[in-house]
């Protein structure tokens, strides 16, 4: 299970608004919180491209976070900041131990069965509680039935993955 190419772009948060005067901003997070986004100092804005220096940040609370840029200075400077999405490229995130996968790197990947039968590409990766589970949707898409279907994220069922493509048990692609 191969590490993804570097070239990747992730969004990190997105700013729903300043908090107080001093330039801090409210973070809607897309990731597993304002430790994890803390790891990262350097962003994009993804519309401007103007850069953002992470100076400090902490959890809100309520699921997100405020924090604070070395380029916001006041509350005007982070109002404008409003529906800002913070972007990284994916090389910046810390290295994978043995077994361990960002979510990213399975998104898009063309899925095949274990026979080399193209079933179609992952487009979601979520987890209920037990365990990761892809979404794959069918390729082409049937007329009647289910237009995608999932499968857990398990030697069993998911058998090898690399930068192009997943491969899964026969069996887990039935209809």
């Known amino acids: 299970m191969a590490d993804q190419p570097a070239s990747k772009t992730l969004e990190f948060a997105a700013v ?3 908090h107080g005067l001093a330039g801090e901003v409210r973070l809607k997070l897309f990731g597993e919180g304002a430790e994890a986004l803390s790891q990262i100092k350097n962003y ?3 519309a401007s491209g103007a850069a953002y220096t992470l100076k400090k940040v902490r959890n ?3 699921g997100g ?9 006041n509350r005007n400077d982070a109002e404008k900041m409003r529906g800002t999405v913070l972007t990284a490229p994916r090389d910046v995130l810390p290295p ?3 077994g361990e996968y960002y979510h990213t790197d399975l998104m898009g990947l063309d899925a095949f069965t ?4 193209r079933v179609g590409t992952v487009i979601a990766v979520e987890n209920f509680g037990a365990t990761d589970i892809i979404e794959i ?18 030697k069993e069922a ?17 209809d």
């Open 137 to 154: 949707v069918r390729e082409p898409a049937p007329e009647k039935g289910m237009k995608s279907f999932m499968v857990p994220l398990t």
């Open 16 to 18: 729903t608004g300043a």
């Open 60 to 62: 809100d609370g309520k």
């Open 158 to 174: 998911v058998l090898e993955w690399d930068e192009t493509k997943l491969v899964i048990a026969a069996d887990f692609a039935e």
């Open 44 to 46: 994009t804005a993804k």
């Open 114 to 117: 274990d026979a080399g039968t």
């Open 96 to 98: 994978l131990g043995e």
């Open 65 to 73: 976070a405020i924090a604070r840029f070395a380029e916001v200075q």
